[in-house]
């Protein structure tokens, strides 16, 4: 018995020692109004708007560089880059547009937002997350 015991704290410290080794210092969560899934201007465009909450779980400030990725021809309207203090959590406001909510097919797409550490020279950070991008039927 004393032997399994042994042999189970060695692999519970063991499992800690990876996770600890192996975390991701930062985090993304997208959150939207659930009020109002868009808007349409009197141009006709669709604008969808998000907030990205950025953590930043180490202990030194990091820029980070926002991306979005759309099968939809989208305009991103917001900061490129973000500035987060230590340990700190940063809600950053954007909106994405489509012009003239021409050409659209379906309901929505998946939008994937994408942040990455800048100044890393070795293994860059990444973290993505996807929401949807609604456009409302009359644009369809």
Same mark, same amino acid.
């Given at each position: 018995r004393?032997?399994?015991? #042994?042999?189970?704290?060695? &692999?519970?410290?063991?499992?800690?020692?990876?996770v600890v080794t192996h975390r991701v210092p930062m985090g993304l969560t997208i959150v939207r109004d659930r009020n109002r899934l868009y808007r349409v201007d009197w141009d006709g465009n669709v604008e969808n708007v998000y907030t990205l909450r950025i953590s930043n779980r180490a202990d030194e400030s990091h820029q980070y560089a926002i991306e979005v990725d759309s099968p939809l021809d989208l305009v991103?309207?917001?900061?490129?880059?973000? *500035? &987060?203090?230590?340990?700190?959590l940063a809600a950053v406001p954007v909106r994405l547009d489509l012009l003239g909510g021409e050409g659209v !097919?379906? *309901?929505?797409?998946? &939008? !994937?937002?994408?942040?990455?550490r800048l100044g890393d020279e070795g293994r860059p950070v990444v973290v993505e997350d &996807?929401?949807?991008?609604? !456009?409302?039927? *009359? #644009?369809?």
């Open positions: 004393l032997v399994g015991y #042994a042999t189970l704290i060695l &692999v519970l410290v063991g499992l800690f020692g990876w991103y309207d917001g900061p490129s880059t973000v *500035e &987060v203090a230590g340990g700190a !097919v379906t *309901e929505g797409v998946d &939008v !994937v937002f994408r942040i990455r &996807v929401s949807r991008f609604h !456009v409302p039927k *009359e #644009a369809r």
